[in-house]
């Protein structure tokens, strides 16, 4: 069964967004790395400090400045560290890297560089022989922007270490119901002792507790589940994208959205990837899913939407964005971002390079001419 087996030679490392991310998904498995005498690392990326409504709730002041947020992840450390402590792990294991909470996507988008060489640093100092990440398809966008920096990371400097098996990669999610995850995803078996600990580490958050006990509890008798990575993963659509094909000058998103989910603040795509040079890249596009005009959005990178049409009182569209910015020996990662409160309606899909597509010269014919009547 493809899940993680440990040794007292495995060296475990895990990528949490949050504190708490450990105990909602790991709990299980950081036991099992524990018992088997495996080395454990863990890497916090917030401290979880952009967190205001149970913050506002347990300390009765409603504007929280800087020093406010700064004093709440100094908290959420200690309730970390307490976890792994139940969990077996020493709080030695810990790292936690401050990057800013809520906001792992805008790095993402804008500067992701030193993120990446840090994370990069990370992996290569540990030198894993597990390595667990979130998943891109988890609905929390700190989760699924965290999981793309990994990816980044691993296909650039990692590659032969995941390709020849010394380095398994695995990623979990902790928010949402993504098929592309769940129906692929291995579940770990956990003993009913297995359980108890992991609620008792989950307990030791006491300040996601306070607003979200019922949903916090429910993780404990929830399965872990892992995919294991793998560089022939398949892209399955999901949210409102529902096909996405790379041609040989340009992406093209097929969307479609529900009259429900039209009510929303209005849609952006995000694409991302490598260029030629080795920057990364990164285009928005609006989808303008209120209105039926073919329009033109983004004039400077020749992204457009064309056939959009109601179907019903549905919203369809194929969305065009010239991936001749991206290098074509590169993946390419797109998301649409739809939020409601702070979780997305899907995460990010991974487009494998184009290289490795085999694209029918109608397709390139057809782009072309497409491109060339915008311009
Ligand atoms: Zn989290």
Redesign the pocket.
């Known amino acids: 069964m493809a899940v993680p087996a440990f040794t007292s030679r495995s060296r475990l490392l895990l990528f949490?967004?949050?504190p708490?991310?450990e105990s909602?998904a790991c709990s299980i498995l950081l036991q099992r790395a524990v018992r088997a005498g495996a080395a454990v690392r863990v890497v916090y990326v917030t401290d979880?400090d952009d967190n205001p409504w149970p913050q506002r709730l347990l300390e009765r002041k409603w504007r929280l400045n800087a020093a406010d947020r700064r004093r709440w992840g100094r908290l959420r450390r200690t309730e970390a560290l307490a976890a792994l402590r139940v969990l077996g792990v020493n709080g030695s294991a810990a790292r936690f890297l401050a990057l800013p909470d809520q906001k792992l996507t805008a790095i993402l988008m804008c500067d992701a560089q030193s993120a990446l060489e840090r994370f990069a640093a990370i992996i290569a100092d540990w030198n894993p022989t597990e390595l667990l990440v979130?998943s891109i398809s988890d609905a929390?966008p700190?989760?699924s922007a965290l999981a793309v920096m990994l990816r980044l990371v691993l296909s650039e400097s990692f590659l032969e270490l995941v390709a020849t098996g010394q380095m398994a990669v695995w990623s979990y999610v902790?928010?949402g119901k993504s098929s592309a995850f769940f129906d692929r995803a291995e579940t770990i078996c956990q003993s009913r002792v297995e359980a108890a600990t992991k609620l008792r580490a989950i307990h030791c958050h006491k300040t996601q507790l306070k607003l979200s006990r019922k949903r916090f509890l429910g993780y404990a008798g929830r399965r872990e589940r892992l995919i294991k990575l793998c560089a022939c993963d398949k892209t399955i659509g999901e949210g409102s994208i529902v096909s996405v094909s790379r041609l040989a000058r340009s992406l093209r998103v097929e969307v479609r959205f529900s009259p429900k989910a039209m009510r929303l603040s209005e849609p952006t795509l995000f694409a991302l990837g490598r260029g030629d040079a080795g920057a990364l890249r990164c285009v928005r596009m609006r989808v303008p899913a209120r209105s039926s005009r073919v329009e033109m959005l983004d004039s400077a990178s020749l992204a457009y939407v064309a056939g959009a049409q109601y179907c019903g009182n549905a919203f369809a569209a194929e969305l065009t964005i010239p991936s001749s910015i991206f290098s074509s020996a590169r993946a390419i990662f797109i998301k649409l971002e739809r939020r409601s409160w702070f979780f997305d309606e899907a995460g990010w899909l991974e487009i494998a390079p184009a290289a490795s597509q085999p694209i029918a010269e109608a397709d390139r014919d057809e782009v072309e001419a497409g491109l060339a009547t915008i311009r």
């Open positions: 949490a967004p949050h708490d991310d909602l979880g979130p929390h700190d989760h902790v928010h």
